[in-house]
Nanobody
Framework: QVQLVESGGGLVQAGGSLRLACAAS????????MGWFRQAPGKEREFVAG??????????YYADSVKGRFTISRDNAKNTGALQMNSLRPEDTAKYFC?????????????????WGQGTQVTVSS
């Protein structure tokens, strides 16, 4: 099992940046696919970004809505992941969740992930 804890959320003006962190404990985090999802009030949880396990080369993939603005990364030595968010927009406002799973493929559905953090709120003001 792996336990995940997100941090770094907050209030930012449109056009600003935030960096979310995901601290993992338990088994070797580098062997897991990691993803970031977000959920706004009244909406379904949606995929934001994913990164493959270290042994696979750590390929990254993004939702079209954040491509070019967000960057997912991982630091296996520290057992952490991160989501750098630039050029933030009001529509990026949501609770952001870190997720992990041992499956190796492009994982873009919440049902693909077995391990979740509690989430961190991101609010972008216009």
């Amino acid at each position: 099992q792996v336990q995940l804890v997100e941090s770094g959320g907050g209030l930012v003006q449109a056009g600003g940046s935030l960096r979310l962190a995901c601290a993992a404990s338990g088994r070797t985090f580098s062997a897991y696919t990691m993803g970031w999802f977000r959920q706004a009030p009244g909406k379904e949880r949606e995929f934001v970004a994913g990164i493959g396990p270290d042994w696979s080369g750590g390929n990254t993939y993004y939702a079209d809505s954040v491509k070019g603005r967000f960057t997912i990364s991982r630091d296996n030595a520290k057992n952490t992941g991160a989501l750098q968010m630039n050029s933030l927009r009001p529509e990026d406002t949501a609770k952001y969740f870190c997720a992990a799973d041992t499956k190796f493929r492009t994982l873009v559905s919440p049902n693909d992930y077995n391990y979740w953090g509690q989430g961190t709120q991101v609010t972008v003001s216009s």
